[in-house]
Nanobody
């Protein structure tokens, strides 16, 4: 059974950078994507928004709001997914959740497995 464990969340100042990591275990079909969603403090589970995803050939996709600031990558030898976040802004404050789903993983209905999340807080 797939398991996703996130780490790297922190409280930072506006303009700072963070790198999140998600260690995945279990079988992940080659047609599935790995990715990151985020859930803002005032949103429920259905309000989770896709941040970035990456397919088995390491082709990425990004939400418009993070394009050019965030970089997703994966290291299959370490079974780890990363999200490098630069130029963080207060509006990036959210619980960041690792996910596995159907490519392209654009929304909550495409996800088949969720992690527990890691909190990112950005102060102005």
């Amino acid at each position: 059974q797939e398991r996703l464990v996130e780490s790297g969340g922190d409280s930072v100042q506006s303009g700072d950078s963070l790198r999140l990591a998600c260690v995945y275990s279990g079988y992940i079909h080659k047609n599935y994507c790995l990715g990151w969603f985020r859930q803002a403090p005032d949103k429920g589970r259905e309000g989770r928004e896709m941040v970035a995803y990456i397919d088995n050939d390491s082709r990425p996709g990004y939400a418009d709001s993070v394009q050019g600031r965030f970089t997703i990558s994966r290291d299959n030898t370490k079974s780890t997914l990363y999200l490098r976040m630069d130029s963080l802004q207060p509006e990036d404050t959210a619980d960041y959740i690792c996910a596995v789903g159907i490519c392209p993983m654009l929304g909550v209905p495409d996800v088949v497995k969720w992690g527990q999340g890691t909190q990112v807080t950005v102060f102005s």
